[in-house]
């Protein structure tokens, strides 16, 4: 649920992006019949402000990362895996209110950050 919360924030900065205008993205992606996958997209908009997705999976396995870099400096990237220990993500983030230790950390499933 909150990956794709994630993938529809995204997205939502896209549709923005897309609004503004004099912006520009680029994305790529591949995918094989054993069910390997990759893709990526980076978008900045016309004012400057940049996000972007990085993923790859394969059966059993997903990892990525994703992020933005706002025109104020306001920054935020999220590191994330899910396998068979469950969903794991790290958050780094210059946000206010975000404390520079663990508290942006979420663990789900079993174990740490891998």
């Known amino acids: 649920m909150k990956s794709s919360f994630a993938v529809l924030l995204l997205l939502g ?22 069910g390997n996958y990759q893709f990526s997209y980076h978008i900045t908009d016309g004012l400057g402000a ?5 993923e790859s999976g394969a059966p059993g396995v997903k990892k990525g990362s994703y992020g933005f870099v706002d025109i104020d400096g306001r920054a935020r990237h999220v590191n994330y895996i899910a396998d068979h220990y469950g969903f794991r993500a790290k958050i ?15 663990a789900y499933g079993g174990g740490g950050f891998v």
């Open 92 to 106: 780094a983030s210059n946000e206010p209110g975000v404390a520079q230790k663990d508290a942006a950390h979420a």
């Open 50 to 54: 940049k996000n972007y997705r990085h």
């Open 13 to 34: 900065f896209a549709v923005y992006a897309t609004a503004v205008g004099g912006g520009h993205s680029v994305n790529n992606h591949k995918q094989d019949d054993y």
